[in-house]
DNA sequence: TACATTTGTATCGTACACGATATAAACGCC
DNA sequence: GGCGTTTATATCGTGTACGATACAAATGTA
């Protein structure tokens, strides 16, 4: 078989493995994620918030690589549910602003134990601390570049 | 701030970068996938199918770690596009064989350039050969471990 | 061989992603 | 100050993901 065409198998690319990671750590979060009672995207979103309590979509777009189209419909959701607020800037009524409710931000201490529990489900694995921290590293600079290349 | 809520940062975890990561993949595979007219879990499944161009619904989910309620709908849009045959085994009933038309497996021709165009264009970056061959290794170990965790 | 259990797909409902498009506010420039 | 352009959200349509459930065929077992 031409070399070519070998490199159509899913062990030969990264994207397959990207793929199956991520949609595989968002189902470790899930049962967690559960007990707040919100989803994996919405946690995303929530962590953003809890560093700074008052963002524009856009800001938040910005740091999850997420366009209104994906915000607005996700933060309606978390509006229901009373953990943020929309309101317009009065400095510019184009942008909106989310900030978060008193019970998004008690949401923090209830989250604030989620990445313990998923580390500690690591600690007797495989993966050797340098090995992570290394992976974490190329992970960055291939965001890097994708980011560049995507526009 | 307290350690325990600064692990709330994006920054460090690593499920935020694997998300982004792999949706960035998808967006770098689109323009080139938009020539043949599939979508991205789409080429996935092609790719399987053209490693062994008859296989189950059940055979493609595992390699794919999907299930029926994602697969079913995306082979019919498959089926649709006429790239693939859905049959029921005769073995048994239960079973539903894919197989490739004519057309889905000279589409391979076409799709056979993807991965050199999309190697290329990382071919000037700053990760190195053996920083790229140590990543696909950590992220195969973590999908391994990822897999066993979420059953 | 009856019948409970398992297995393989399919269906349904909800929630993302995202391209395309709409809309109103803000900005730039003459 | 009028007006074309840019910017910030929102809306719409399509296509995944996935938990829950349905259902029929196959299997195991008394």
């Known amino acids: 078989m031409p070399d070519q065409l070998a490199k159509l198998y899913l062990e030969n690319q990264l994207c397959f493995p990207l793929y199956a990671a991520s949609r595989l750590t968002t189902k470790i979060y899930t049962p967690y994620l559960n007990e707040l009672d919100i989803t994996y995207p919405q946690y995303l979103v929530m962590m953003v918030l809890w560093q700074h309590p008052e963002q524009s979509v856009n800001d938040i ?67 050797s601390p340098e090995e992570g921290i290394a992976f974490r590293e190329t992970l960055k600079k291939l965001m890097g570049i994708l980011r560049e290349k995507s526009q």
Chains 1, 2 share one sequence.
């Open 61 to 127: 777009g910005h740091k999850l690589l997420l366009e209104s189209n994906t915000l607005t419909p996700l933060l309606k959701r978390l509006e229901q549910k009373k953990l943020i607020k929309r309101t317009r800037s009065h400095k510019d009524e184009r942008s909106v602003l989310v900030s978060l409710t008193q019970e998004g931000l008690e949401l923090r201490e209830k989250a604030a134990v989620i990445p313990d529990q998923i580390m500690a489900s690591f600690q007797d694995e495989s993966i």
